[in-house]
């Protein structure tokens, strides 16, 4: 067993990074390939600021990983240093304020204005806020990432304030840009919040395994010492991501993940086995991530998957599911949905990627679905445990 120093002087004499940093989701890069018409039309839409003018409300789309955060900062960052001074920009992350609350706590923060953790009214933090505002005489612009965990949790009424806001504003003024992962995003909002956050819309395409491939060999550029990479890693890296949407983000953590094991294995080079292993381990985390998230009845169908796999039933259909989902429910304590809403849950964990619902045809007998567990038995089981209701009913069942 290497000892903490070991470690540590393990770490310090690693030849595989350059600087791991150019690997992390928030670095963003002097250069943005294959985004130049999302970059062109946002700067089109913020240039007024330079003039003093107001930019309209941009509403931003696309899927998880195809560069919607980064291009925002990039052109920021770029507006910023045009303007010098007379623009700024704040950016808050709604998947970590989740509450209209903590959102409008750090603005507050990044106006200077005292706001406790807790505890005031929201109508005085907003009081609070203007009067910032207003002290600072600047156009502002407010970036809200990831603004679908908000409203689905929270409701529009920060949403609501921030686009009226410049009736109430006379020496500052203000400009959104909501962020979402979610394309049917708009069908949360009030009309009138839609009516004045939606002013303008971009949408983002997936990334192509030739772009990820693109991207992929910049970053790595940066980031490793030359030789370090195996041939075929950028390539088994930009497919993995490229099945999974474009999903940009989804490339750099695997490139990571594979160049920190192939480092804590004291490898001098990252290889193919150490890309697999990354995927595997970042698969089992982001599978253990969406079923902690579940509702409990879609938990609890998922749960009755497992059960019949565990027991060795090879053709699993959707009425052995709803009996033992029934079984699952009447263990909890609960009443039990009906197998049509079962049916539709099905369905939604086959999207999520957790199981696999194909339709086979049984002769004369007709057709009927086949279910199977597509994630790992072990990531399912992990992910179901997190839950303290789940945990109990699982250990009965075995």
Request: with cysteine; hydrophobic share 40%; aromatic share 6%.
């Amino acid at each position: 067993m290497a000892s903490v120093e070991e470690i540590f002087e393990r770490y310090l004499s690693s030849r595989i990074f350059k600087d791991r940093e150019k690997l992390l989701p928030d670095y963003v890069p002097e250069e943005l390939p294959h985004r130049d018409e999302q970059i062109r039309r946002l700067a089109t839409v913020l240039a007024p600021a330079l003039v003093g003018s107001r930019p309209s409300n941009v509403f931003i789309y696309g899927l998880t990983g195809t560069g919607k955060t980064a291009v925002t900062k990039y052109v920021l960052r770029k507006l910023r240093e045009k303007a010098r001074a007379r623009v700024e920009y704040v950016y808050i992350n709604c998947r970590q304020n989740n509450t209209s609350y903590r959102v409008l706590a750090e603005l507050a923060k990044y106006l200077g204005v005292k706001v406790p953790f807790t505890g005031l009214a929201l109508g005085e933090v907003m009081k609070r806020v203007l009067r910032g505002l207003e002290r600072k005489k600047r156009m502002l612009i407010v970036v809200l990432d990831e603004i679908d965990n908000l409203v689905k949790r929270n409701g529009d009424d920060v949403l609501y304030f921030l686009s009226r806001i410049n009736e109430q504003l006379e020496k500052s003024r203000v400009s959104l840009i909501g962020i979402t992962n979610d394309l049917k995003f708009m069908e949360f909002l009030d009309a009138r919040v839609k009516s004045s956050l939606g002013e303008e819309e971009l949408v983002f395409p997936p990334y192509n395994a030739i772009q990820l491939e693109d991207i992929l060999e910049k970053r790595a550029r940066e980031a490793f010492n030359e030789g370090v990479l195996e041939p075929g890693v950028i390539k088994r890296v930009a497919a993995i991501a490229a099945r999974q949407n474009g999903d940009c983000r989804l490339a750099l953590d695997i490139l990571l993940k594979a160049a920190d094991i192939a480092d804590r294995e004291g490898s001098p080079r990252v290889t193919l086995a150490h890309v697999d292993k990354a995927r595997q381990e970042i698969e089992k985390n982001l599978t253990i991530d969406v079923i902690k998230t579940m509702p409990l009845h879609v938990k609890l169908t998922l749960a009755a998957v497992y059960l019949l796999t565990r027991r060795g039933v090879k053709t699993i259909t959707t009425g052995m599911i709803y009996d033992t989902y029934k079984d699952l429910v009447t263990r909890v304590g609960i009443e039990p949905v009906t197998q049509r809403r079962i049916s539709d849950v099905i369905n939604e964990l086959d999207m999520l990627g957790l199981i696999n619902a194909r339709v086979v045809s049984m002769g004369r007998y007709g057709r009927t679905k086949v279910i199977s567990l597509s994630a790992s038995v072990k990531s399912v089981e992990e992910g179901l445990s997190e839950d303290l209701i789940m945990k109990t009913v699982l250990g009965n069942t075995h």
